[in-house]
Nanobody, 127 residues
Framework: VQLQQSGGGLVQPGGSLRLSCAAP????????IAWFRQVPEKEREGITCIGSTGDGTYAESVKGRFTISTTSDKNLVYLQMNNLKPEDTAVYYC??????????????????????WGQGAQVTVSS
């Protein structure tokens, strides 16, 4: 079942946006949820991930600016993006891990480890 995304839009450099990702029929106690982003003609890039503990892992490109979080029910995940830069412009996707109790990646994100991708949300950072 596809994850359900909301949020996105146009923001000026230095601004903030929040994306949401709803998990139908499961929680973070079963699968981790990650955020990826993609720009045209480039591979989809994994940037952050969250599991049942509520702790997030982050790629260097977003560390200190983006925060991943979840609700008490662990079936809704947020991506708070602050101090946005033009290079953050991309389509953002949230998938879940393919296997139960799979840990969040510590460095490289393999697309094959994720499934049930959300529909994507365009984030444009421009003045």
């Amino acid at each position: 079942v596809q994850l359900q995304q909301s949020g996105g839009g146009l923001v000026q450099p230095g601004g903030s946006l929040r994306l949401s990702c709803a998990a139908p029929g499961f929680t973070l106690d079963h699968y981790v949820i990650a955020w990826f982003r993609q720009v045209p003609e480039k591979e989809r890039e994994g940037i952050t991930c969250i599991g049942s503990t509520g702790d997030g892992t982050y790629a260097e490109s977003v560390k200190g600016r983006f925060t991943i979080s979840t609700t008490s029910d662990k079936n809704l995940v947020y991506l708070q993006m602050n101090n946005l830069k033009p290079e953050d412009t991309a389509v953002y996707y949230c998938p879940r891990s393919r296997w139960r109790r799979w840990p969040c990646p510590t460095s490289l994100y393999d697309l094959a480890d994720f499934t049930s991708w959300g529909q994507g949300a365009q984030v444009t950072v421009s003045s």
